[in-house]
């Protein structure tokens, strides 16, 4: 089982560059204490124009730890210091989700669908995700994600990784149009309602 934190940065107008910078310097600090962690911005559908910083860990204990190095941490204080006393963007997070199925991968172009799925259904949901890993192909990496603490809780974040955008466009073509994977999507929309769709592309 893996356990992702997220953390959501809404730059204030003409902050980008700034919020990419600290997001970098950031996500550094992040794996020099011992997170797998990687900063993105969301570039298509859902929360464009967002900086997102996503980290991995093993466990629970694993995060536990690491969140608990990042207090005391001169670096991440300083990096915390800046934004208090000169904000460039509006933060959220962290938030804290679990992966259900699949495995972590270095793909720096991320298709995330978001359902809402009442817990009566989750297995139900689950049980379909083999399918739709089968349905986009072996290049295309998939994960999915449940909520352990965040605003929407009964939320099922889908995750396909590809290589880049143009990728993204083949795999777009050749398969999110097929029968195969529209078959999925309407297996799933018996258990769940789509209510979010978006890329994100890795920039740290």
């Known amino acids: 089982m893996f356990v992702i934190s997220r953390r959501i940065l809404i730059p204030h107008a003409g902050q980008e560059a700034v919020v990419i910078d600290r997001s970098r310097r950031y996500v550094a600090a992040m794996n020099r204490l011992g997170a797998h962690a990687r900063a993105t911005k969301v570039i298509m559908g859902a929360d464009a124009g967002h900086i997102e910083v996503f980290a991995r860990y093993n466990d629970f ?16 204080g300083a990096l915390r210091t800046e934004q208090a006393e000169h904000p460039a963007a509006e933060v959220h997070g962290p938030y804290v989700y679990r992966y259900i199925f ?3 991968s270095t793909k720096t172009v991320l298709v995330q669908r978001s359902y809402s799925v009442s817990r009566d259904k989750l297995h139900a949901a689950i049980e379909l995700l083999p ?22 809780m009964d939320h099922l974040i889908m995750t396909y990784g590809v290589d880049d ?12 149009m097929a029968p195969a994977f529209q078959a999925v999507v309407v297996k799933a929309a018996a258990i769940g309602t789509l209510i979010q769709a978006r890329v994100l592309q890795v920039i740290a």
Do not use: I, N, Y
């Open 102 to 104: 699949g495995e972590p």
């Open 131 to 152: 399918e739709a890993k089968a349905a986009v192909g072996p290049d295309t990496a998939m994960t999915a994600a449940v909520p352990v603490f965040a605003p929407e």
């Open 61 to 76: 204990k694993h995060g536990s730890g690491a969140f608990q190095s990042f207090a005391g941490d001169a670096e991440m």
């Open 165 to 176: 955008l143009d990728h993204l466009g083949v795999v777009m073509d050749e398969f999110a």
